[in-house]
């Protein structure tokens, strides 16, 4: 029971917590069915940028579709290739909208 207490605090703790976003619970399946997970987090680099920085550069749905079916790693020096991936439109309207979902909305600059 104090054991519960505890992770349901430390839960929400996490969830309060900017630096430590996680995938919203209607996204995460898709993530993982697709593998986006291994190389992709909300907000920090990972193999791949973080989603949050992928939302600034502000690309409307279908771009986003059309970038997982056929990357263009020349949008982002530094980082490897992404692998084209087969995902089903509306799996991947669900994910491209969120994606842009986490774009800033004024000017929230952090550091
Ligand atoms: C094997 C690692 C890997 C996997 C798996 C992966 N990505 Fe990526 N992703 C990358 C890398 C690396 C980049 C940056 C280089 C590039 O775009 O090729 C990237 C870039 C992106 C971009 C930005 C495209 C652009 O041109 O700005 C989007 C959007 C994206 N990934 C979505 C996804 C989604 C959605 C999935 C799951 C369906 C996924 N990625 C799976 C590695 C991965």
Request: glycine letters at 2%; one cysteine or more.
């Amino acid at each position: 029971m104090k054991k519960l207490l505890f992770s349901s605090m430390l839960l929400a703790g996490l969830t309060m917590n900017a630096e430590a976003q996680d995938f919203p619970d209607d996204i995460k399946p898709l993530m993982s069915k697709y593998t986006c997970t291994a190389c992709h987090k909300v907000d920090t680099r990972l193999v791949g940028p973080a989603y949050t920085e992928v939302a600034k550069r502000k690309y409307t749905t279908a771009r986003i579709l059309e970038l997982i079916a056929v990357p263009k790693p020349s949008n982002w020096p530094g980082y490897p290739p992404m692998a084209a991936l087969k995902v089903p439109e509306e799996d991947a309207t669900k994910i491209a909208e969120w994606i842009n979902s986490l774009a800033p909305k004024k000017k929230a600059k952090k550091a």
